[in-house]
């Protein structure tokens, strides 16, 4: 079997002499994958490199301490961190996910490696933004977050101020505005222009491109970074492959699975900083990172994929 390098090598070699792959944005990668190193974008408003394969947390943190699932987060987190993953979606409202996510990151002294991105969430004005944010640095073992996202445009105008609030006192890194549905990213895209974040967080998938329209350029011309979420449309993108084969050039871009093509869709966005696909399941979570390596996917393949996932 040959190693991920030796695989890369052969990738890049196989591609070096394809005319059709000759976007800037396919360069970069292909140099950054010759390094066997994992996919990075940069966030505009600091210029930090960050790995563009993150995880979520919804559901997949929701568990129970001591339980097999909670066993095998461990696990996850382990193949996360070692290859090369440092971007991780929680909020305060995903039931226990922070006060399972802290103590397992704690315990694994992985919390200085992690860029923890969480949110303000279900709030209503200044004091209890405040409040929820305080108890979501205790759950979460830690004195600061590296992002601090409105979630689904909840109280925006003020929430967003607390996140400022939080940025200039040194707490939080980035702002951000997260939502999760087509029918808001009109709200969301009018809200952005308005205020401008550091980062955006909208769903996109290879089902659901809406964010295409008006938010991936809006985001490119203001500089802002952009997480995806709900890569997977929430996992219901594989029942629509069921039984179907992979396209025959997948193998050449590095990708054995749908998990995997699924995920490099949206990273051949140059708009998406990183995607945050959830599991909780150890393997899932190494197919997942591989996303992160070779080459990206061209117009051409990315029209090809659209129409088999139908
Ligand atoms: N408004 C917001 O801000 C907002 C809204 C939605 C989501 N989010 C964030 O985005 C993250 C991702 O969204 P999501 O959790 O809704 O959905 P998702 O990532 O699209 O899909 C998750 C589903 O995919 C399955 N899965 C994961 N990796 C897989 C693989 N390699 N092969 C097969 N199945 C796989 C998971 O099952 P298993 O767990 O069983 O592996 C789970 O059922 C959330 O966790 C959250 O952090 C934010």
Redesign the pocket.
């Known amino acids: 079997m040959s190693t991920r390098r030796q695989f890369i090598g052969q990738s890049s070699a196989l591609l070096a002499g394809t005319a059709l792959f000759s976007s800037s944005s396919w360069m970069s990668l292909a140099s950054a994958a010759s390094e066997g190193e994992m996919l990075r974008r940069t966030i505009p408003s600091s210029g930090e490199s960050v790995p563009a394969i993150g ?7 929701e568990v129970t301490p001591g339980s097999p699932q909670y066993q095998a987060l461990k696990e996850v987190l382990r193949r996360f961190f070692d290859g090369g993953g440092t971007i ?4 305060p409202t ?1 039931s226990n ?1 922070e006060d399972v996510l802290g103590p397992l990151l704690d315990e694994a002294k992985l919390r200085p490696k992690a860029f923890i ?1 969480t ?1 303000l ?1 279900g709030v209503s004005g200044r004091a209890e933004g405040l409040a929820q944010f305080q108890k979501s640095l205790k759950s979460l073992r830690t004195d600061k977050v590296e992002l601090l ?1 409105v ?2 445009l909840g109280d925006w105008k003020t929430q967003l101020a607390v996140a400022r609030e939080l940025k200039e006192q040194g707490k939080v890194k980035y702002t951000g505005i ?4 087509d029918s808001a990213h009109d709200q969301l895209a009018d809200v952005v222009q308005e205020t401008k974040p550091d980062f955006l ?3 996109y ?1 290879v089902t659901n491109r809406g964010a295409e329209r008006r938010l991936f350029p809006m985001a490119q011309e203001l500089g802002i970074a952009v ?1 995806a ?10 029942n629509q492959v069921k039984g179907k084969a992979l396209p025959g050039w997948a193998a050449e871009v590095g990708i054995t ?4 093509m ?1 995920l490099k869709f949206c990273l051949s966005h140059e708009a998406v900083t990183a ?7 150890p ?3 190494s ?2 990172l591989k996303a992160g390596f070779g080459p990206l996917l061209t117009p051409a393949q990315k029209k090809e994929v659209i129409e088999l996932v139908g």
């Open positions: 995880m979520g947390t919804s559901g997949s943190f991780i979606d929680t909020a995903y996910a991105a949110k969430s996202q979630h689904n997260t939502h999760y549905l967080q909208i769903n998938s997480l979420n709900r890569n997977f449309n929430d996992g219901r993108m594989f699975s749908w998990a995997q699924f995607v945050i696909p959830a599991t909780g399941k393997d899932r979570q197919d997942n």
